[in-house]
């Protein structure tokens, strides 16, 4: 290519009219019964909103109450038009491939879960949102859905960012029928490395009109294991505060999450691109309900997942402090009391995270703790079905 030229058309008739001036125009008057009736041919002097001018036959006509019409051949581009010069060895005609960048093009991934019950597997499904914006149709495009954050040299829009790679041959069939995947029977998407991002290829051709939303399957599984996963996040002690309410009847609802992890043995095993996830769950009578959404961050094969999900109401938590004493004047030990009501008609194991602060030591407790990280510590309490149990606990805080 020796140079380019990108006309960016006309956004209005006003706009139309401004590449006019000084050129022929005519104007065409219009009878009571809306046949045309005479014509005046003239010169277009001023093309502003609400008012032109022409001039014709020695004279000024002001704002007409007339049909103005121009030429056709002017040379003018009312549609957004790119022009190239190239260079070729050969003359004649050829078939042009045609690669570039443009915004307007945008998709998103998000899933569907739904739960099996009384099992641990769900039905999980990844869906391609498409959306164009850019003014123009896509005939028969090849489409790759890219996963990942490049940076880029240009301000963008915030969301999610798509790279389409369209070739066209210039003899290419046109499409009119809109957004089609083809019928292939095998929808699920083969990711593949690009660099440091991941490519989604659509096996088919399609055509993507403008102003249009459509959805394609990009991969799904029936047979995802799952774990649900319930869990208090207890209010936050330390040396100088506890943060429990007043009230030793104050219920700490517990939140439901799921946990699965992204392998080729349960149907995944591929880079899930990151999306919202929106989970299901058939009731007694098999109506299908919505239980709750998470956001999935872009994740890797074999890589596990822990989203929450919603907040519990019938499975619960009630803290206090039973003692507390001051050791010295760095250290105090606090004795803690956790009951924890079950109201559902099957065990649920409950998950409960303490926040402790910066130093601290967990002396005795009534179930073995696991530490979490420099501040927070956990216990797991099965409780039984239509049951309560309780955690006990104490620990030395600060040194």
């Known amino acids: 290519m020796v140079s380019s030229t990108y006309d960016l058309g006309m956004s209005s008739s006003g706009h139309l009219l401004t590449r006019f001036l000084g050129k022929e125009v005519e104007l065409v008057y219009h009878g009571m019964d809306g046949k045309a009736g005479e014509r005046v041919k003239g010169t277009l002097e ?12 020695g004279k000024y006509i002001v704002n007409p109450n007339a049909t103005i019409e121009a030429p056709t051949n002017a040379g003018i581009v009312t549609i957004p038009q790119l022009s190239a010069e190239v260079e070729s060895k050969s003359g004649g005609p050829t078939d042009l491939a045609v690669t570039y960048m443009t915004g307007g093009l945008s998709w998103n991934a998000d899933y569907t879960a739904t739960l099996t019950p009384e099992s641990e597997n769900m039905n999980l499904e990844c869906w391609a949102t498409v959306t164009n914006k850019t003014g123009t149709d896509f005939p028969d495009a090849q489409i790759s859905f890219v996963a990942g954050s490049p940076n880029r040299a240009v301000r963008v829009s915030r969301g999610e960012s798509l790279a389409y790679e369209y070739r066209s ?17 095998d929808y699920g998407l083969k990711a593949q490395a690009m660099g440091e991002l991941y490519a989604y290829p659509y096996k088919s051709t399609a055509t993507i009109q403008q102003d249009q939303m459509n959805r394609v399957r990009m991969m799904g599984s029936e047979t995802v294991q799952v774990m649900r ?3 208090v996040a207890l209010p936050g002690i330390s040396r100088d505060y506890v943060e429990f309410n007043s009230n030793p009847d104050h219920r700490i609802s517990a939140t439901m999450g799921i946990n699965f992890a992204n392998l080729e043995k349960s149907g ?8 919202a996830i929106r989970v299901y769950e058939p009731d007694k009578e098999g ?4 239980i709750g959404a998470a956001t999935l961050g872009d994740t890797p094969k074999d890589a596990r997942v822990s989203l929450t999900l919603t907040d519990v109401f019938d499975v619960y938590a009630r803290a206090r402090q039973v003692s507390a004493k001051k050791i010295d004047r760095r250290r105090t030990s606090r004795e803690v009391e956790v009951k924890l009501s079950n109201e559902k008609s099957r065990p649920v ?3 409960l995270v303490q926040n402790f602060g910066n130093v601290w030591k967990v002396v005795s407790e009534s179930s073995k703790s696991q530490k979490l990280n420099a501040w927070s510590n956990q216990w797991k309490v099965t ?3 239509g049951g309560e149990a309780k955690l006990r606990y104490t620990v030395v805080l600060g040194g």
């Open 46 to 57: 001023v093309a502003e909103p609400g008012n032109i001018v022409v001039k014709a036959e």
């Open 169 to 185: 041959a210039a003899k290419a069939k046109s499409d009119q029928s809109g957004f089609s995947f083809g019928q292939s029977s």
């Open 229 to 231: 996963v319930y869990s």
């Open 268 to 275: 995944l095993g591929k880079p899930m691109p990151a999306g």
């Open 287 to 290: 109506a299908v309900r919505y």
């Open 349 to 351: 194991e409950l998950r």
């Open 383 to 385: 409780i039984p079905a």
